[in-house]
């Protein structure tokens, strides 16, 4: 008989704490499930603004060895009790043998119960209830989505990146623009961030760029193009360094390593022209993609 781990959680993000809750699930079972749900409203301990959007974290929840995720809307749930929560959706639509969370871990109508109960109530069903306790950094800082929501919109990325266990990607369709960058020796992708994902502080980024298997060093303008436009959200602006081609309308991934400055607005043209070769220089001479 095949036994199921199954790991409960909100798992924005997808974090080193998260992998501890998903790798317990896969201590001595067979296969792995995930229980989570989407549209967690603000009011009621959710985020206007997530750390990756649903197709993002399911990517990353299968790449630990996760089989099955059932994400129904929060609506869907939010009136369960306790007890209709480990019937319904543990027992009979999960089958576990074994369930994990982190020790806040809170289910039920308004958050009413606990790890605590989550143990008491599985125990009496025959189900073993495991609890992952906090994850701490290098610094004995406790890993948390927050913290990491924070850390983003401080521009510290690289920090965010070693909190995530991966480095901060967007996979997004790349829109047509104003060609601008072809007149500067600097063509350009533009990308509309997914809407109620988290936009990292304003300002221009080295990273890379995966284009056809392929990964190239890259700049990324995060903002709303000061000096040639009036734009009122934020878009991705890359340039691809060592790519030129049409990539209009596919999905391309860009990733994040470290902040280079904050966004401005240039007196002319020329000045920005100069800065983006200053940016490519800073990226080729520091980015290391091995």
Not at 5 to 31: N, S
Not at 104 to 120: M, T, V
Not at 139 to 152: D, F, M, Q
């Amino acid at each position: 008989m095949i036994k199921i781990g199954v790991a409960l959680g909100y798992f924005d993000g997808v974090h080193i704490g998260h992998k501890q809750v998903v790798a317990e699930a896969a201590r001595g079972t067979d296969k792995i499930a995930v229980f989570t749900f989407t549209g967690l409203p603000p009011k009621m301990g959710g985020f206007a603004e997530n750390i990756t959007d649903e197709p993002h974290k399911e990517e990353l929840l299968h790449s630990l060895g996760v089989s099955e995720i059932l994400a129904p809307p929060f609506e869907d749930i939010r009136h369960l009790s306790p007890e209709e929560f480990v019937d319904n959706i543990i027992a009979e639509r999960m089958n576990a043998d074994v369930v994990t969370s982190g020790a806040d871990f809170r289910f039920g109508e308004r958050g009413a119960a606990n790890a605590d109960d989550l143990a008491r109530l599985c125990g009496k069903r025959g189900i073993e209830a495991r609890q992952v306790g906090t994850v701490l950094d290098e610094n004995g800082v406790a890993v948390s989505s927050s913290l990491i929501r924070e850390k983003l919109k401080q521009g510290e990325i690289a920090y965010a990146n070693k909190l995530l266990g991966y480095d901060i990607s967007y996979t997004l369709e790349v829109l047509r623009g104003n060609m601008l960058g072809r007149t500067l020796n600097a063509p350009t992708i533009n990308q509309k961030l997914t809407p109620g994902v988290l936009s990292p502080k304003r300002g221009v980024y080295a990273g890379y760029t995966r284009v056809n298997g392929i990964t190239y060093p890259s700049v990324t303008n995060i903002g709303v193009k000061p000096t040639v436009g009036s734009f009122t959200e934020p878009l991705l602006e890359t340039h691809i360094i060592g790519w030129d081609g049409d990539l209009y309308g596919q999905h391309i991934t860009v990733s994040l390593l470290r902040f280079i400055r904050e966004e401005q607005k240039f007196g002319s043209l020329e000045e920005l022209k100069s800065q983006i070769e200053s940016d490519k220089r800073n990226v080729v001479s520091k980015t290391s993609l091995l």
